[in-house]
């Protein structure tokens, strides 16, 4: 058996090559060491190791420079321990069909390794002169057949091969060829210089790599050759396709013909890895399964080099060529809608007019790199007209774009479009994500990624992440936007996280749709420092809640300006600056805007900043915003509080200017209270609806101070407010020393001023309060010079007064009529408790009066020709009593006067004065009262009997006990009563 493998390893070059190649050693290279590393040259020898010892030997790859296909090792154990040859990235396949990385020779066994082309070595193994074993099978190699595991197996080459073929090695197999010369080389080969045939060039042909080295070719000449069937071809001789001068590098197909480029040139793969024929073009070589060998199949994604007109030096346009790849109208053309087209091995792209991709979706762009911030992505640069658009991505779907390093240049207006706009088109423009690229652009009107710039459909739900935006114009003129999202409604929900934007006017601009800001570091943006006009952050409008989240800012001039209405909420919140005396002290870092939303400003913090006072509010004066801030941390101590700004739209740290509240500003220039002012707060209104009424059932609270800082403490009342009308209350827990009923205050004059048009006639006005019991007298009256000769809704006058503690409701009495109505006295009343529905329509109900004063804590009252009801105004303030519908316990060791009790009995109390008042006679009363008297005696008038009978009784108040006299006279109304001269005498005298 050994004798027949012998026989058939002398054979097989015999009947691959057709000539004697018989393997002469040159010597033997002993090893006595442990360790060895086989050379090139020990394929011309023996190398034998010897050593009691158990040894090793590193084979390198067949790949490697002195091992390629074809190279044969031949190897003998002579010493006592075994011997472990390890095959360097490869396998050596001897025992199993498999292979192994490893192969043990014991002591007296030898073995022959052959290259195969493919990295691997094949061994024939030889027996060991010290031991013995028993053959269970023999396996065929590549390229032989037979083979078995008993009795006589034989081995032998291939024998399918057709008519006039023959077996030949291609370096990793034995193959069947044409007979004749090595397939593809010429039999001969001429060049034509013009009409003139040139001398013949000498060509040497590689059977390993199929590829045929031809010289002394002519540039821009014909060659023709006569492959192996003696079939004439012809091919131009381009630049393209000498590498060298005078040299070219062609593969070769099987069938005799030189092959054609990739990109349809005539001398392809020049690098010298020709593809067989009957193979897709841009098919590459890899593995089906583990250990299998490699073959050609389609590449798993698109090689923009296989696009004809590409050129990845950068040189030449290669816009013409994309858009044509990728932007055929009408939309049928889906070239690479569920692939990725691969721009990893494409340095350099030059567009000079607009790549257009369209109507695409499930693609991926990839450069195979990150870009960002580092700009090493593949590199896109722009060489046409100004203002032009680079990418134009239009019906893309579900689609990614990385790795791109966009040059604008100076002239580019537009980095990447994302758009639905044209015809044709069937995808809607959704799911985007460009990342991990680079935006640069050093026109003035630069930007880098502009969003449904156009389209007011669809183009949403964009992500663009992990990527770098400059505008590189001249700060003091740049109008450059990092990103730009059109004026869409439906742009929503577009995510822009962990990006860098340097020397924009305005990093993000949004001019309508919702976004979400996260993770981001801005740096220079907004201009010139100190006076630019821009910011890092600008919203027109939204249309869905925006999120500003966990942002950096470096050296820009306002983080964000909102200069339009809203309608939904902006939520900014965990985010840093640190202008650093860039911004501009003109404007609030964060600009509310306008409109009906609110805004939820939290947890963000400035570098300690004395210039930068404006930090939160709206440069656009009372519009309405609702701002909620806590947790902040602001730049200074001396910062413009946004709630003291005459803005009914800010409110506080503690949001006072929620719905519930009739909220003004403190003491500021123009902003009522003034400096000494003691005003109550406004009415904090809670709302409940009982067993599911539509009706409304309100508690109010309000807090009254007493005294300058609170000094003399004060009083918080609550009201019950049930639709117009309501019931005052007060509630307390436990029990307290005592309680204070105070009157309330008289009103201020009003104000008075005319609405529509003006006139020349005088009207004056008086304003009188109503608590829950009694009412103040009449205000000191205010006037107007200019009231209109006839009062109507158009033309009126407005009477403005300020609120005093305690007061439920305000009548307006007219005093003097200067034009028509002519009336005077009471012309109507308003309810203390009121909201300004202009700003705070969502507590509109009939319990409330509308104020539109704003935040000025004043009323508004017009006089719109109301009629009056010829009421005086009160003389007499009769509010501060206390009404109690029970029986009144009262405990004091002390007489109580002043005490006036409704219902029968009653009490009349004089006081210690010597007249009770006629107008509070009622029969069947009883008065009671206490007297000083000096000596003598002390005369009491007006007591309220008309009746002459009497039934008095005295006592010593100053000696309890001690009964004085009194002495009855005969007039209705006249007591005398005589004393000691410092007693202070009680008296109690009934009548009817």
Known sequence: ??????????????????????????????????????????????????????????????????????????????????????????????????????????????????????????????????????????????????????????????????????????GSLWSCANLGTPAGVATELQFRCGSAFCADSSLFYNATTHTQTVTNINVNGIMTWLNAFGVSSTI????????????????????????????????????????????????????????????????????????????????????????????????????????????????????ATTWVIYNQAGFIIDGFTRSGAASKGINISWSGAANGVMIDCEYCDGFIMRGLNIQGNANAGVGIQIDKNGAGGIWN???????????????????????????????????????????????????????????????????????????????????????????????????????????DIRIDTNT?????????????????????????????????????????????????GTGSGSWLIEGNSWDSDSNLVKVIGSSSGQQGQKIFTRANLYP????????????????????????????????????????????PSPFQVFRGYLNGSLTADDFAEQFIPAGTAGSSGGTFLLKHQQGATGTEMFAFDGSYPGMLIAQIPTPAAPTITNAGAAGAVTDTYSVVAYGALGNTVGSSTGSTGTANATLTTSNFNVVAFDSVPGAVKYCIWRTVAGGTPSTLGNIGCMSALQVNFRFFPNVWGTAYTSNNAGVRNHYLFNDTGLAGDSASLPASNTTGGLSVAGPLTITSGARVSNLYSSGNPGLISCGGTTTCSNTRQVNGYTVYGSATLAAGTLAYAGLPFASTTWLCNTWDITTPGTTSSMVQVTDATHATITGTGTDVIGFQCLGN
Request: hydrophobic content about 40%; charged content about 10%; glycine content about 14%.
């Open 636 to 679: 200074n101590s001396i910062f413009t509080p946004w709630w003291t700004l005459g803005d009914n739209a800010s409110g506080d740290d503690i949001q006072v200017s929620g719905d519930n509240l009739l909220a003004y500003a403190g003491q500021a220039g123009g902003v009522i209270p003034q400096a000494a002012s003691n005003y």
């Open 544 to 592: 869905d809640v925006d999120i500003i989240d966990g942002n950096l800012d470096e050296n820009s001039l306002q983080g964000i300006n909102f200069t339009l209405a809203q309608g939904h909420p902006v939520i900014v919140r965990g985010n840093h600056a640190a202008p650093a005396g860039c911004e501009n002290t003109s404007r609030y870092w964060f600009n509310t």
């Open 1 to 170: 058996m050994r004798k027949l493998i012998c026989f058939l390893i002398l054979l097989l070059p015999s009947l691959a090559l057709g000539q004697n190649s018989a393997r002469m050693l040159s010597g033997v290279n002993s090893q006595t060491g442990l360790s060895y590393t086989f050379v090139p040259q020990d394929a011309t020898r023996l190398t034998a190791f010897a050593n009691a010892g158990a040894m090793s030997a590193l084979l390198p790859s067949g790949l490697s420079q002195g091992f390629q296909a074809g190279t044969l090792f031949s190897v003998q154990n002579l010493g006592s321990g075994n011997l472990t040859i390890t095959c360097q990235g490869c396998l050596i396949f001897a025992l199993t069909s498999a292979g192994s990385g490893t192969l043990v020779l014991v002591t007296g066994q030898g073995a022959d390794l052959y290259s195969d082309g493919a990295g691997n070595y094949w061994a024939l193994l030889g027996g060991s002169s010290t031991g013995g074993g028993t053959i269970t099978g023999v396996t065929a190699g590549v390229g032989l057949v037979g083979g078995g595991s008993s009795g006589n197996v034989p081995i032998s080459l291939r024998s399918d091969c057709l008519t006039f073929q023959t077996l030949q090695w291609n």
């Open 429 to 535: 423009t959704t799911d985007g994500i460009l990342a991990n690229n680079t935006y640069q652009g050093a026109n003035q009107n630069w930007i880098g990624v502009s969003i449904s710039p156009v389209s007011m459909n669809n183009v949403e739900d964009m992500r663009i992440t992990d990527s770098a935006f400059y505008c590189n114009a001249t700060v003091a003129t740049t109008a450059g936007v990092g990103i730009k999202i059109g004026n869409s409604a439906n742009a929503k929900n577009e995510i822009i996280k962990h990006i860098n934007v340097t020397n924009c006017l305005y990093g993000v601009w949004k001019l309508n749709g919702s976004m979400q800001v996260q993770e981001s570091e801005f740096t220079g943006n907004g201009g010139t420092c100190a006076s630019g006009s821009g910011a």
């Open 236 to 351: 131009p001789i381009t630049p393209a396709c000498i590498p060298a001068a005078g040299m070219a590098v062609l593969g070769v197909n099987t069938d005799g013909n030189f092959a054609t480029s990739n990109n349809g040139a005539p001398c392809v793969d020049i690098a010298g890895s020709p593809v067989p024929p009957g193979v897709a073009k841009g098919s590459v070589l890899a593995a089906n399964g583990v250990s299998a060998n490699p073959v050609y199949q389609t590449k798993s994604f698109l090689d923009v080099r296989d696009i004809a007109g590409v050129d990845c030096t950068g040189v030449a346009d290669s816009a013409a060529a994309l858009t044509a790849f990728t932007g055929n109208q009408p939309g049928t053309n889906n070239a690479i809608t569920g692939k990725t087209l691969s721009f990893g091995s494409c340095p350099q792209i030059k567009l």
